[in-house]
């Protein structure tokens, strides 16, 4: 009977100790939540359309407005803790006949790739249901990994440290809002739905630009990095815009996610095993 009892309590301690380990891992890194459940599909995205936009920046004040961002003066048309979306220009063609080159519009801000997700070692970014992605400033450490591995140099940081970016009006989409920019906009450029349907409204916008002589006419963020909640329809090259044509992982993120993350995840979850394999044996002996 004593032994019986034993052998029950040995195999609840030895339980314990694995669930004590297995936790450890989990909350260390060593097995990713993305391995056990399904990644959530990027369900909502905003279509902005390059050759609507007006250049008014109604999008980038309304944007202040919503979030309650200071203002600022001489920015230089960049993003900062404070400006989260700004509507850059850039010359395109050559000065031909005295008649001066054209314009070309484009929207800076947070396109939610996950790249900055995928790198942070406090949990801080998040990849929320709806396929954005979302920062818990009380968790964010001010490690800069985020803006090391963004392939596209979006992330800024506060006089506290933290990293700001867009968030994509999670406030007014609990509210069964629109995002700020999108509910702004005058002229259609900028559109808010499930993603599915941006994507199909993308690319016939893309279509019907080729149709009207626009061959490198292209749809931005609809392949690229596995798919982003942010797309833009493109009249030319998005090289031309100022963007990656191939953007990717930087070095930074894939050394952390693929060996300075695991390593570490593997040496605390052995240490976190070796509490638990103690633990066993203390009860043992007494």
């Given amino acids: 009977m004593n032994n019986n009892n034993e052998k029950e309590i040995s195999r609840r301690d030895f339980i314990r100790a694995s669930g004590i380990g297995v936790g450890g891992l989990l909350l260390l890194g060593m097995i990713e939540p993305e391995a056990v459940l399904a990644e959530t599909p990027a369900e909502k995205a905003?279509?902005?359309?390059?050759?609507?936009?007006?250049?008014?920046?109604?999008?980038?004040?309304?944007?202040?407005?919503?979030?309650?961002?200071?203002?600022?003066?001489?920015?230089?048309?960049?993003?900062?803790?404070?400006?989260?979306?700004?509507?850059?220009?850039?010359?395109?063609?050559?000065?031909?006949?005295?008649?001066?080159?054209?314009?070309?519009?484009?929207?800076?801000?947070?396109?939610?790739?996950?790249?900055?997700?995928?790198?942070?070692?406090s949990g801080a970014i998040i990849k929320l249901d709806n396929g954005?992605?979302?920062?818990?400033?009380d968790k964010c450490i001010g490690c800069h990994y985020c803006h090391q591995a963004c392939p596209l140099d979006i992330p800024r940081y506060g006089e506290?440290?933290?990293?700001?970016?867009?968030?994509?009006c999670q406030d007014r989409l609990a509210l069964g809002e629109k995002p700020a920019c999108v509910g702004a906009c005058p002229a259609n450029a900028l559109i808010f739905g499930d993603r599915d349907e941006m994507v199909v409204e993308g690319r016939?916008?893309?279509?019907?630009?080729?149709?009207?002589?626009?061959?490198?006419?292209y749809l931005y963020g609809d392949k690229e990095l596995g798919g982003m909640p942010v797309?833009?329809?493109?009249?030319?090259?998005?090289?031309?815009?100022?963007?990656?044509?191939?953007?990717?992982?930087?070095?930074?993120?894939?050394?952390?996610?693929?060996?300075?993350?695991?390593?570490?995840?593997?040496?605390?979850?052995?240490?976190?095993?070796?509490?638990?394999?103690k633990y066993v044996k203390a009860k043992k002996a007494k």
């Fill in 132 to 137: 954005s992605i979302a920062v818990e400033q």
């Fill in 231 to 277: 797309m833009y329809v493109l009249a030319y090259s998005p090289e031309e815009y100022g963007l990656p044509l191939m953007p990717k992982a930087t070095e930074t993120q894939m050394t952390w996610r693929d060996l300075i993350k695991p390593l570490g995840g593997m040496l605390g979850g052995l240490a976190v095993l070796g509490v638990g394999a």
């Fill in 160 to 168: 506290d440290g933290t990293m700001r970016k867009c968030d994509f």
């Fill in 46 to 121: 905003i279509l902005y359309d390059a050759t609507k936009c007006l250049y008014c920046h109604t999008c980038e004040m309304f944007c202040k407005q919503s979030n309650e961002l200071e203002g600022e003066i001489d920015v230089d048309g960049d993003l900062s803790p404070n400006t989260w979306l700004i509507i850059d220009r850039m010359e395109y063609g050559p000065e031909v006949g005295g008649i001066q080159p054209g314009w070309l519009f484009i929207r800076s801000a947070c396109m939610h790739c996950g790249t900055c997700a995928s790198v942070c070692p």
């Fill in 204 to 217: 016939e916008r893309v279509q019907a630009l080729i149709a009207e002589g626009y061959s490198d006419a």
